[in-house]
T-cell receptor, first 114, second 113 residues
Framework: DSGVTQTPKHLITATGQRVTLRCSPR?????VYWYQQSLDQGLQFLIQ???????AKGNILERFSAQQFPDLHSELNLSSLELGDSALYFC?????????????FGPGTRLTVL | QQQVKQSPQSLIVQKGGISIINCAYE??????FPWYQQFPGKGPALLIA?????SEKKEGRFTISFNKSAKQFSLHIMDSQPGDSATYFC????????????FGSGTQLTVLP
């Protein structure tokens, strides 16, 4: 158990819908990263927040957004969902934003878009 | 230049054997190289990591070998066990960035009993 929690574990929805994925980092970790894992694209970085502020963006679609709240939990919002958005979504947390420290991954949310 | 190339895609090893997975990178700004292990239905779990100031790091049965001049690094699993059967990912992060990880494509390891 990494100490990172994600809810829900599974999510099934229809095209065009909007969903919210939630992540709680390890106690004391200020940095949250979101990654997408799909068969064709592998594991890809989406976005990072540090202590409530967005620090970096990767291959994140404009239909996707995220935020980190004062209690440090983070939410990833996916809207206008398409079949191709079906994937595993992981969050990871680390102590620092730029220290090259270990990132600990949550169990993921499996999103299925029908 | 952002890519990390991983090979082989799949690997079958007998119990007690040595598993070797290789990764190569182009961007010399990468300065942190972790390996993750992922079981089906689980998130990636950090196994071991190395920085380019050392050529080798060992933790238990797991060893990273790092060749800075060749821009290559590899994971060696000694005395491989059936419980090691999983997908392994190499990754890298860059100095001066937000330390997001760039992952290799993964290696599915099967250790036969």
């Amino acid at each position: 158990d990494s100490g990172v929690t994600q809810t829900p574990k599974h999510l099934i929805t229809a095209t065009g819908q909007r969903v919210t994925l939630r992540c709680s980092p390890r106690s004391g970790d200020l940095s949250v990263y979101w990654y997408q894992q799909s068969l064709d694209q592998g594991l890809q970085f989406l976005i990072q927040y540090y202590n409530g502020e967005e620090r970096a963006k990767g291959n994140i679609l404009e239909r996707f957004s995220a935020q980190q709240f004062p209690d440090l939990h983070s939410e990833l919002n996916l809207s206008s969902l398409e079949l191709g958005d079906s994937a595993l979504y992981f969050c990871a947390s680390s102590v620092e934003a730029m220290g090259g420290n270990e990132q600990f991954f949550g169990p993921g949310t499996r999103l299925t878009v029908l | 230049q952002q890519q990390v190339k991983q090979s082989p895609q799949s690997l079958i090893v007998q119990k007690g054997g040595i598993s070797i997975i290789n990764c190569a990178y182009e961007n010399t700004a990468f300065d942190y190289f972790p390996w993750y292990q992922q079981f089906p239905g689980k998130g990636p779990a950090l196994l071991i990591a190395i920085r380019p100031d050392v050529s080798e790091k060992k933790e238990g049965r797991f060893t990273i070998s790092f060749n800075k001049s060749a821009k290559q690094f590899s994971l060696h699993i000694m005395d491989s066990q059936p419980g090691d059967s999983a997908t392994y990912f190499c990754a890298a992060s860059m100095v001066g960035s937000a330390r997001q990880l760039t992952f290799g494509s993964g290696t599915q390891l099967t250790v036969l009993p």
